[in-house]
């Protein structure tokens, strides 16, 4: 599965982005995630969705703000996030997995090329 993310850019503190990730071939097996990596530190996960879509994963800051979907019908996966801060500032990466704890771990099995997103305050 190749994945890409796209959807990322620059927007006001406060402000919104979608971000979307396009999967080359079928998702409906596959627990979906997106995973950051901020200016300067290391990957870090943000949100997991289950297969099936019932199941979601959110990690602490960005919980109430961020939510994470999925359409398998189009092999695709968002993330919208509102209330933006210019902490979530970071290159956002999509990835699949079979495994839902691995996944959630940065053990994803696939990985996308990330979007970058700047927050400015």
């Known amino acids: 599965v190749q994945l890409q993310a796209s959807g990322g850019g620059l927007v006001q503190a406060g402000g919104s982005l979608r971000l979307s990730c396009a999967a080359s071939s079928t998702i409906v097996n596959y627990n979906m995630g997106w995973f950051r990596q901020p200016p300067g530190k290391g990957r870090e996960f943000v949100a997991s969705?289950?297969?099936?879509?019932?199941?979601?994963y959110y990690t602490d800051s960005v919980k109430g703000r961020f939510t994470i979907s999925r359409d398998d019908a189009k092999n695709a996966m968002y993330l919208q996030m509102n209330s933006l801060k210019p902490e979530d500032t970071a290159v956002y990466y999509c990835?699949?997995?079979?495994?839902?704890?691995?996944?959630?771990?940065?053990?994803?099995?696939?990985w996308g090329k990330g979007t970058l997103v700047t927050v400015s305050s």
């Open positions: 969705i289950a297969w099936g879509g019932r199941t979601s």
């Open positions: 990835s699949a997995g079979e495994d839902s704890s691995l996944l959630r771990r940065l053990e994803g099995d696939y």
